[in-house]
């Protein structure tokens, strides 16, 4: 379905705003499902976001010149007066029920989420930040009921294994190298990271 909100995209209209962010929603984060109770739960980012469009240079023999005023993409990332500030651009942890395709429940979080969601039949979601920080959730509510922070940025999603009767929550920490990439655009506290990468083991 044609948007008209997003008209810019096709070159119409510079500076509009669209949503959800060029980023997100959801990309490559794993969902969860509950069968139980039917719930399906993402983790993303939730924003919006606007994009000055620049005309690119094409070379005499084809192609894009990477070194012309529109670079290879024609938009300047983060140059539009309408680009979000790291006050409107965060994550967030939602449920929705299978059945209806309804929002049960929306948590929203000051990072956008590159982690994913675990959900465990104890009634529990799990998910990691940008921040550091694995953090437990209500399955119904989303409300956060414990947090743990380790320090390193997260992009990993946790996983659940057993050993007898014992359930444990695994996940990887070292989601990239501070200082660099994205998210220090919006969220320049996050260059003070910890670098470096560990495997974090929590028993249920």
């Keep these: 379905t044609y948007i008209p909100a997003t008209r810019f995209l096709r070159g119409e209209k510079n500076n509009a705003m669209a949503c959800p962010h060029l980023l997100g929603g959801v990309r490559w984060q794993p969902p969860s499902y509950n069968p139980t109770k039917n719930l399906f739960y993402s983790v993303g980012?939730?924003?919006?976001?606007?994009?000055?469009?620049?005309?690119?240079?094409?070379?005499?023999?084809?192609?894009?010149?990477?070194?012309?005023?529109?670079?290879?993409?024609?938009?300047?990332?983060?140059?539009?007066?309408?680009?979000?500030?790291?006050?409107?651009?965060?994550?967030?942890?939602?449920?929705?029920?299978?059945?209806?395709?309804?929002?049960?429940?929306?948590?929203?979080?000051?990072?956008?989420?590159?982690?994913?969601?675990?959900?465990?039949?104890?009634?529990?979601?799990?998910?990691?930040?940008?921040?550091?920080?694995?953090?437990?959730?209500?399955?119904?509510?989303?409300?956060?009921?414990?947090?743990?922070?380790?320090?390193?940025?997260?992009?990993?999603?946790?996983?659940a294994y057993a050993v007898g009767n014992r359930q444990f929550i695994a996940v990887i920490a070292g989601g990239g190298f501070p200082g660099t990439g994205f998210p220090n655009t919006y969220w320049p506290e996050l260059v003070n990271m910890t670098p470096g990468g560990a495997v974090y083991v929590f028993a249920l």
């Design 45 to 159: 980012t939730d924003g919006c976001f606007s994009l000055d469009l620049i005309t690119v240079t094409a070379l005499p023999g084809g192609g894009i010149d990477p070194a012309g005023p529109g670079g290879m993409f024609g938009a300047l990332f983060g140059a539009g007066p309408g680009q979000p500030k790291s006050s409107e651009l965060g994550g967030a942890i939602t449920a929705y029920n299978v059945s209806t395709g309804k929002v049960t429940a929306k948590l929203k979080t000051k990072y956008h989420i590159l982690s994913g969601a675990l959900t465990t039949a104890g009634g529990l979601l799990f998910t990691a930040h940008l921040d550091g920080a694995v953090t437990a959730h209500d399955d119904e509510t989303l409300a956060e009921l414990w947090r743990f922070d380790t320090g390193i940025s997260i992009k990993a999603p946790p996983i």
